[in-house]
């Protein structure tokens, strides 16, 4: 085994300048647009499902889209980021304004308020794509193929190259951290 040697680095000589760090790279804009298209819906319907208002879902949504562009280059996973976001605000938005909604409990529902199942419901399906979101590529990968494409074991196994009881465990531990990690955030059904 050969001894490690190690290198005096020294200052570059007068009238040079050092190296500076490169900048960040700033994203293409076509990147948070993709990311903008494809999940703007999905979180405006979790919105509203956590905060009862059409109106302040919006707010938090596009809130939720700036910040993302402020912090885009160190999010690693978007859509996880944004949905974790638009929780963290509405549960903001409603410990803010917990006066407000007590006095609208007196008055009528409006039209565009949800029903408290619809919001129990949306806010099972909102968090449960985040939970997809932060999950392994893997255990995306057996989900997709058993409940999407509807394979049997056998199927799956040949696809993945995983043996048949392989593929059986995996399973099973993937669907009981889901369920663990709903109960933890206090969904314990589909109706919140």
Excluded: C
Excluded at 27 to 48: D, H, N, Q
Excluded at 98 to 119: G, I, W
Aim: proline share 7%; no cysteine.
């Amino acid at each position: 085994m050969e001894p490690l040697v190690y290198a005096r680095v020294s200052p570059p000589p007068s009238g040079v300048p050092a190296a500076t760090p490169s900048a960040p790279m700033t994203p293409k804009p076509a990147s948070i647009v993709i990311v903008f298209e494809s999940e703007e819906s999905g979180l405006l319907r979790y919105a509203i499902g956590l905060v009862g208002r059409r109106t302040v879902a919006e707010e938090i949504v596009q809130e939720t889209f700036l910040r993302l562009h402020q912090s885009w280059a160190e999010v690693e996973n978007p859509r996880a980021w944004l949905y974790r976001s638009v929780r963290n605000l509405a549960i903001n938005h409603l410990r803010d304004r917990k006066p407000e909604s007590e006095l609208k409990d007196d008055t009528a529902a409006t039209d565009d308020s949800p029903t408290p199942e619809v919001m129990g419901k949306n806010e099972a399906i909102g968090m449960m794509r985040l939970l997809l979101a932060e999950m392994p590529e893997e255990d995306k990968t057996l989900l997709q193929l058993k409940y999407h494409d509807d394979l049997k074991y056998q199927a799956i196994s040949q696809r993945t190259g995983l043996s048949v009881s392989n593929v059986g465990y995996r399973l099973h531990h993937v669907l009981k951290g889901l369920a663990d990690a709903l109960r933890h955030a206090g969904i314990e059904s589909s109706r919140g």
